[in-house]
């Protein structure tokens, strides 16, 4: 019990984050008898092996102190490219290619905006046009389809109840990734270079190394699950997917990482993802129409926004409480031994 | 469209982070990208060349100003 208190006051964004999904989700299964069926756990965690990956992207990028634009693209391209070259060369050949493109792509981006020293947001709403005309030229500006339906079938089938190929794929991920931020010291320094980057560079981290892992790993996320619905659905167009990147955005942010960089982790990331699509199916299956989706969304960015800067204010003033007791402590301290103090007469 | 106009904004040279920058940028990049768009249109180009040609000169242009600016930097 101590130990659970003693997370949440290290981690609250965190716990409220976890607070915020159990919410959710017993509201639906409380009020719709069907939510809470292991049928629509499995469509959440196929809904999760794609927006899952964005938002794993996104906060990786965010944790940095910078945001990838171009992920929409980049997953298009991966998308294109895998649903093009199944037929002829088969899925597995298709997809690693699909993958160390858009993977390269990223590390490209990765050490320009190292080297150039631009924010990252500069250079990529740059890359999100490029990509998007290389996805055309691959596409040859036509929606490309698979001719063979195996592979769509594969990925959607059903294992150990909840999950599917893709997802199982995704959770792997997020625990490799997790486990890469957290116990190496390339992730440290993507944290560092986040939360304090001129601070970092003085210490000595060179901004090119954490830059390109950050990117690279952005854009094997975004390939793999631009490649993930390619290949769910059979076909691939080059203008598609656009709304991945504000979707994932919002995940993150409700995953509790911070806008200026530095928080937030791997966990947060999936349960962000987790209550946003607890929230898109269950109003779907209390029949909302789209655009209160949309709106009820916002509320609950709004909400966690509210959170935490609630908390950063109550940090903020605590510690000055502590600060202003320290040195009346101290000061009593020095009253008392004046007092104690007699001159001789 | 969002996109199209922070792009605008981009070639214009001006700075993402603040403080440096001005309007007359801003329209000149405007104005440089949409020639160059309506210019590919009257040549017969597809959409594909096109939106790729606007991606390279918005790289390419954000290239040149990062490299130009730190260039000043470093001499003072």
């Known amino acids: ?345 | 469209m969002t996109i199209m106009v922070i792009a605008t904004v981009m070639v214009g040279g001006n700075s993402i982070m603040g403080g440096y920058g001005s309007t007359i940028r801003s329209s000149l990049g405007a104005v440089f990208i949409s020639s160059v768009d309506n210019m590919m249109v009257l040549h017969g180009f597809n959409s594909g060349p096109r939106v790729l040609a606007v991606g390279l000169m918005i790289v390419f242009s954000i290239m040149v100003f990062a490299l130009v600016r730190r260039g000043s930097r470093s001499q003072e």
């Open chain 1, 1 to 345: 019990m101590k130990n659970i208190k003693h997370w949440i006051v290290k981690n609250p964004d965190l716990a409220f984050a976890v607070l915020l999904a159990i919410c959710v989700y017993s509201y639906f299964a409380l009020t719709n008898e069907f939510f809470a069926t292991h049928r629509t756990g499995y469509a959440i965690m196929e809904r999760f092996a794609v927006l899952g990956l964005v938002g794993l992207a996104l906060t990786l990028c965010i944790i940095a102190g910078e945001i990838d634009l171009s992920i929409g693209s980049n997953a298009a391209l991966a998308a294109v490219i895998v649903v093009r070259f199944t037929d002829s060369l088969g899925a597995v050949t298709a997809l690693v290619i699909a993958i160390l493109i858009s993977t390269l792509v990223g590390a490209i981006q990765g050490y320009f905006i190292a080297y150039l020293r631009v924010r990252a947001i500069v250079l990529t709403v740059g890359t999100l046009m490029l990509l998007r005309g290389v996805a055309l030229f691959a596409a040859q500006e036509k929606t490309v389809m698979l001719t063979d339906f195996r592979v769509p079938d594969f990925i959607s089938t059903k294992m150990f109840v909840y999950f599917s190929p893709a997802s199982l794929l995704v959770i792997a991920m997020f625990i490799v990734v997790g486990l890469f931020m957290t116990f190496t010291r390339y992730g440290r320094e993507i944290y560092a270079i986040g939360g304090a980057r001129k601070e970092a560079v003085a210490a000595g981290i060179d901004l090119k190394r954490p830059m390109i892992i950050v990117f690279a790993i952005s854009g094997l996320c975004a390939g793999l699950g631009g490649c993930i619905i390619g290949l769910r659905s059979g076909t691939a167009q080059a203008l598609g997917l656009q709304y991945l990147l504000l979707a994932g955005t919002v995940a993150a942010f409700i995953g509790g990482v911070s806008i200026l960089g530095g928080k937030g982790g791997v966990v947060g990331a999936a349960i962000g993802t987790l209550t946003v699509n607890f929230l898109n199916t269950g109003l779907v299956f209390n029949v909302t129409p789209a655009f209160m989706i949309q709106l009820y969304l916002g509320i609950l960015l709004m909400v966690v926004i509210m959170f935490q800067t609630g908390s950063r204010l109550f940090e903020g003033h605590e510690r000055r409480k502590q600060l202003l007791s320290d040195v009346d402590i101290r000061r009593l301290d020095l009253l008392v031994r004046k007092n104690a103090f007699k001159p001789p007469p």
